[in-house]
């Protein structure tokens, strides 16, 4: 049982003596990883505060959980207002799952549910705020030398990382549907044109908490890659233009013509506050979109072959026809997809 599992965890990296105040409950998001809030009775105290532990599903690449606890860390300790880490346990894991502690930040997403009437009564605020809001972060972020983390990651640090897991085929004599996109994109990689930066990879409007109109968090780390920061711009500008969310493919279209809008106000301010290159964007726009389309092919694999697939079905899913047209527009290749499940 998770709670039990979790302050065995805690005891033998705080105290015997720990016990919850709030067991965990599970928070709402969680499109990869599984989040619960808690809250602990009297510990020290930086824990005096509720908590989160950061379950990663079983097919989350080897060392991920390090990557991204180290990620957080490293930002946090810089200034951006990323979750610090409280305790990790590498090795160990709960409900077979590795994870992390960290701390729950205030504020709200920015972008704060998915559903038509939510981001109807959302939309003058985040047409407002949004664009700005996400620029600044980024911008504080790409400030940053990163080198660091590569020095302690090498390549899982960096764009190579991605290669090793994406489109791997079920076995050896069955090629992935997704694999003349990948021969295609490691083909045609950019030289950097701008120095490298740590970059969030997933900065849209629900990672993004906000309290009174300044921002107080960036959340969920996964896709955090050390690029230039054409990647960053890319990875945000394609996933408001698409508009994953599940709603009537009508409604959708206007979500997707609001989310063009918000990625050109949001590209406008970045451009005017930064002289990074950015003529390489259209080619991370096409890795994202095969990133994500990954794992929508994972997805449709395992239940179709009548297994269990540990996380969420991908918000990616329900417009996987769009990003195959989205992807050979940028590339002049023409995925085909396993069908629908």
């Not at 105290?45 to 180290?70: S, Y």
């Not at 897991?165 to 997704?178: G, M, V």
């Not at 960053?232 to 809008?261: E, K």
Request: glycine share 8%; proline share 8%.
């Amino acid at each position: 049982m998770l709670a039990d599992e979790l302050l065995a965890r805690l005891r033998a990296g705080i105290s015997d003596e720990v016990e919850y105040a709030e067991p965990p409950v599970q928070l709402g998001g969680g499109f990869f990883t599984a989040n619960y809030r808690f809250a602990l009775k009297e510990g020290p105290a930086r824990w005096n505060r509720p908590m989160v532990v950061r379950l990663f599903p079983k097919h989350a690449p080897d060392q991920l959980d390090a990557w991204e606890a180290a990620v957080q860390t490293f930002a946090h300790d810089r200034g951006i207002p990323a979750p610090a880490v409280a305790l990790r346990e590498p090795g160990s894991t709960i409900e077979g799952r590795r994870w992390f502690v960290m701390e729950l930040l205030s504020g709200s997403p920015a972008m704060e549910g998915l559903s038509a009437r939510q981001l109807v009564g959302g939309l003058r605020r985040m047409v407002r705020d949004m664009p700005r809001q996400t620029a600044e972060v980024h911008l504080a972020l790409h400030r940053l030398d990163p080198t660091p983390l590569v020095d302690a990651f090498g390549e899982l640090a960096t764009v190579e990382r991605f290669w090793a897991h994406i489109a791997t085929p079920a076995d050896d004599d069955r090629s992935h549907p997704l694999g003349p996109g990948v021969e295609w994109l490691r083909r045609k990689v950019p030289e950097p044109r701008s120095p490298l930066a740590l970059c969030h990879g997933d900065s849209w409007g629900g990672n993004l908490l906000v309290d009174d109109g300044e921002v107080t968090g960036l959340i969920d780390w996964t896709v955090a890659t050390v690029a230039e920061p054409a990647l960053d711009v890319a990875f945000l500008t394609m996933a408001l233009s698409l508009a994953p969310v599940p709603i009537p493919r009508s409604i959708q279209r206007v979500a997707q013509r609001v989310g063009r809008r918000l990625a050109t106000a949001y590209r406008s301010v970045y451009e005017s506050r930064s002289d990074a290159d950015l003529s390489s964007v259209a080619y991370y726009e096409a890795l994202r979109c095969l990133l994500e389309l990954d794992g929508v092919v994972g997805y449709r694999t395992t239940v179709a072959q009548g297994l269990t697939y540990d996380s969420p079905r991908p918000t990616w899913d329900g417009i996987a026809d769009q990003m195959v047209i989205y992807f050979e527009q940028r590339t002049g290749v023409r995925l085909v997809l396993p069908p629908p499940v």
